[in-house]
């Protein structure tokens, strides 16, 4: 039973166009989203979040989106750059989960190329 | 100001050992949370304890997992008679208080052979 879902395992995007990455989630007690890069053989990084009464937060060149109603949200990286290329994790959290406690996401694979 | 710290960062261990897996909190953090990442998959939620305290372990196996964090010292996290299928990346993390940013440790890959 995933709660959050990541579906597309991988992306590929040239350097300077945007990047969208996508993620949807069963669990309406969640109220805060948030993303996580990772890089190999490193802990996830926090990148940024969202609580469920925003629908955009935005920090450089960062912007998540959350559509509640379709319990998805998005993130847009512009202009991605080499350096962006990472796993990136979606995770959320919510009144009836314990402390801080995180429901991730699959992952996706962003590949940005030179 | 260190980060989460986790030793040993790569552990091997043959089928039916024990693995002991370490965490330092971030200073002055109360609240730590031990994930795992299997191959190919995101991280899932074993545990969740405050000092001396387990406050959640609903994502912890009922046999040979178990997780401490004491008053003084690291929190552990114990894996009896390890198997092949626990081999992944075991992730710490840790909070000031509820409501508050989680931090990552790097993990520990425990490859059991």
């Known amino acids: 039973d995933q709660q959050v879902k990541q579906n597309s395992p991988s992306l590929s995007v040239q350097e300077g166009r945007i990047s969208i990455l996508n993620c949807d989630y069963t669990?309406?007690?969640?109220?805060?989203f948030l993303w996580y890069k990772k890089y190999p053989a490193e802990g996830p990084t926090f990148l940024i979040s969202?609580?469920?009464?925003?629908d955009k937060n935005e920090d450089g060149r960062f912007t998540v989106f959350l559509n509640k109603s379709a319990k998805h949200l998005s993130l847009h990286i512009v202009p991605s750059q080499p350096g962006d290329s990472a796993v990136y994790f979606c995770?959320?959290?919510?009144?009836?989960?314990?402390?801080?406690?995180?429901?991730f996401g699959g992952g996706t694979r962003l590949m940005v190329k030179p | 100001n260190a980060g989460v710290m986790q030793n040993p960062r790569h552990l091997v261990r043959r089928r039916g050992q024990e693995a002991r897996l370490r965490c330092s909190p971030m200073?002055?953090?109360?609240?730590v949370y031990w994930y795992r990442q299997l191959p190919e998959e995101g991280l899932k939620f074993m545990v969740y304890?405050?000092?001396?305290?387990?406050?959640?372990e609903s994502g912890m196996p009922k046999e040979r997992f178990s997780a401490e964090f004491p008053k003084e010292g690291p929190s552990i996290l114990r894996i009896q008679q390890v198997v092949r299928g626990d081999s992944a990346a075991y992730f710490c993390?840790?909070?000031?208080?509820?409501?508050?940013?989680?931090?990552f440790g790097q993990g520990t890959r425990l490859t059991v052979v």
């Open positions: 993390a840790s909070s000031l208080g509820t409501a508050q940013l989680t931090f």
């Open positions: 669990n309406s007690m969640f109220d805060y």
């Open positions: 969202i609580s469920s009464i925003k």
């Open positions: 995770a959320a959290s919510g009144v009836n989960n314990a402390g801080n406690m995180l429901t």
């Open positions: 200073k002055g953090h109360s609240h």
């Open positions: 304890l405050q000092k001396e305290n387990i406050i959640d």
